[in-house]
Nanobody, 116 residues
Framework: QVQLVESGGGLVQAGGSLRLSCAAS????????MGWYRQAPGKQRELVAT???????NYADSVKGRFTISRDNAKNTVYLQMNSLKPEDTAVYYC??????????WGKGTLVTVSS
């Protein structure tokens, strides 16, 4: 099992910034992809950004140029730097890790609220 602990959510005004962190512990061997997803009220969970163990990244079109994903493999931690936040970024943000065998693990989520 992999345990994921997210931090960094909160309330911010539009145009502001937040940095989310997610630390993985437990059975952390063979972690390949780390990423962030979000779910706004009444909507389905959607991809925000992912980063592979080799460093390649993938972003949702809606956050490109504003959000940056990074990871510290030594600390088994993934980060999401969110700049120029918009009210439509308001959601619960979930950390996800996927092992090379295809097994997914999810964090409990952290709420990001962007006020207009």
């Amino acid at each position: 099992q992999v345990q994921l602990v997210e931090s960094g959510g909160g309330l911010v005004q539009a145009g502001g910034s937040l940095r989310l962190s997610c630390a993985a512990s437990g059975s952390i061997f063979s972690i390949d992809v780390m990423g962030w997803y979000r779910q706004a009220p009444g909507k389905q969970r959607e991809l925000v950004a992912t980063i592979r163990s080799g460093g390649s990244t993938n972003y949702a079109d809606s956050v490109k140029g504003r959000f940056t994903i990074s990871r510290d493999n030594a600390k088994n931690t993934v980060y999401l730097q969110m700049n120029s936040l918009k009210p439509e970024d308001t959601a619960v943000y979930y950390c996800n890790v996927r092992k090379s065998q295809g097994i997914n693990y999810w964090g409990k989520g952290t709420l990001v609220t962007v006020s207009s």
